[in-house]
């Protein structure tokens, strides 16, 4: 796209520059690469590609395989069940961190250290290594009438409960550095005046803490939409599942035409990528909050 | 955390909000009898709510997967919990034909993050980092394999390798008997397919931790450089990696525990079968798969416990020594 006119403040253009946005261009179309072939397959119908082979020209391009996996296979009710998931867990995640934050950062209390260091310990495990009792433990709870299923197993509060416990550490740790750097003389001078702890947190750090929540909560929002690992091992029934695990149950069924599976798999991806575009800034500073040197 | 596991990093953020000054004092002693008895209750409340949870879930389920270790229960009653000593560990270590593999895989896997991915999400940094055009885009597209759930990762890497429509196969012409390349089923290739799909994503990820690094780094530390006649090059190995340590440092922690996660892709991909077995699969096989034995899975469950806090008690200690310095 030259343009004839030259402006005045027009950098030369250097050989080394054009090189690396070569290089940056290419690489980032091999990144998409996957990703735009798992569109092109989904558009396309199930008969031509098995007829012409998956490399070849389209003869008809159309949607009809999202339309067809998200009917045939329910989708909708499985985003529902994630959403019955997410909403909670976020909420409560940020809640209840933002509370063990104010209690580490404002009150020197002796335990602050160590408690911070259980949480933000605990979020670092892998997953693997309190599965097994957790599946038990899961199984040994009646919780008759509370949960469809009777027992914490296979339920959607099993799942929110697990997500608030494993998540809330990253948050605290976060919330409570955030809170740190907040000057004291506010609530100290609350505190003077005879305001209730819960006022001082409640109307008074809280909100000053918005843009560290709304980083945090979108990045609880998209890891808790992608989770799959629990939902795989502590939902039994079809029914009750989280839209990732139900895509896997899903691809089980539908093997045999990949076209569909690419669909689902895209549709899946949908809802994250919605929410990774609106609220990007949000969603890195939340990745980089804690690797930030000021 | 993913499973979505995507790897957190709690580090001593020092990112001051908008207006903040930061005296260092807390609460001082004289203030502690300004809080009334039913402060005193609710601040109890706050921290004990969260914290009992995240203890009960969490830690106390870390402490059973060690106790279990050592025991054999068929999880019907407690009274069917017997304790057989290090029996489970000599089973695994000796007998267990995949555990050897298993743990393999995990250093592999972590090798190759450190090893490919890394470098590679630096390099993007600091070329992005140059303010230049269309950087946003770039940056984008780089980024959005890490938003996407690992389970969809899997099954869109799924369609790249499948043997016979997939898109590889389909260019190379390998998917006709003879020519036959099966990159998810033959047990020397499915971990390195399964790997360029890992590091695909980790890419992103270390180029977005990386790019935050850079954004610390002091402008005039580049000036001087550049004024001394140092080229790029040298600015960058002499003044600029100089200064991302604390950087690299999470950079590390973060690769291995991902290392340490690595479960919903591969899961996907094959489930873990041979070829691809890695710990974590190990663990939950045995709780979703043909045999539930809760002693020797939580065994598997304490050796990845084990390596996990080799890595995550140093790095605290040093991150916790750092705030109590600040």
Redesign the interface.
Known sequence: MSTTVMTKVRTPVRPA?VL??LF??G???A??A??L??MY?AMRPYAE?SEK???SWPDKLSFDNFTNAFTQSDMGHYFVNTLIIAVPAVLVTLF??S??A???S???FR?N?A???????????????????????Y?LIDLPGITMSGKLYDSALGLV??H???????C???LA??M??????L??AA??D?A???RM?WQIVLP??R??MAALGTLLS?????????A??LISTGENMPI??A??NL?GAYFTD?NL??A??LL??IP??IV?FVL?RQ??SG???????? | ?????????????????P?????K???PQG?RR???R??RI??GL??G???I??????????L??IA?AFTTWD?IGFDSIKWVGLQNFKELFEQNPQFWPALEHNVVWFVVLIAIPTPLGLF?AV??DKK???SR??Q?????????????IG??????Y?PD???IN??IGANEPGKYIDWIGDPDLNLWAVLV?AS?RH???MM??Y???L??VDPSLREASSLDGANEWQTFKNVIFPTLR??NT?VL?VTI?EA??A??LV??FNKGAEGTEL??IL??N???GESSR?GY??AI??V??VI?LVV??PY?IST?RKE?RA
């Open positions: 520059r690396l946005h940056l261009a690489a980032a179309l990144w998409l996957p990703l072939w798992a397959s590609t082979g998956y490399v209840l961190s509370m063990v104010f209690y580490v404002r009150f020197d335990l250290l408690l911070l260091l259980v949480f933000t310990a605990g979020n670092l495990l892998p997953q693997q290594v309190i599965i097994t009792p957790l599946y038990r433990m199984l409960l697990i608030i416990a494993f998540q809330s550490g990253f605290a740790f976060v550095n955030y740190r750097s907040l000057p004291h003389e609530t100290e505190l003077v005879g209730s702890v819960w947190y000053l803490c843009p560290a998209i890891w808790i939409y992608n989770d799959f690992f629990w795989l091992v990732t695990s895509l896997n691809t990949p599976v690419a689902g798999a899946t991806a994250t990528l990774y990007q969603f890195v990745l980089t909050l804690g690797a930030n040197k000021g | 955390m993913s499973s979505e596991t995507t790897t957190k990093t709690p580090e001593a953020a020092e990112v001051p909000p207006g903040a000054a930061t005296p004092s807390r609460v203030h300004l809080l009334t039913r402060d609710t601040l706050m921290a709510v969260p914290t949870l995240h203890i009960a879930l969490v830690w106390v389920t870390a059973a997967s279990l999880g993007l070329q992005l230049i055009r269309f885009v770039y984008t597209a780089f980024f959005l394999p890490v938003v996407l759930s690992m389970a969809v099954f869109v890497w799924q369609l790249v499948n429509t997939g898109l389909s260019i799909a695909w890419t992103g990820y977005i931790l790019l935050a690094g954004k610390g604390p950087t999470i922690v525990i340490l996660r479960f919903d899961f996907v710990l974590s663990v939950t045995n709780i979703i809760i899975g939580s469950a304490v990845l416990l996990s995550i008690i605290l916790f109590r």
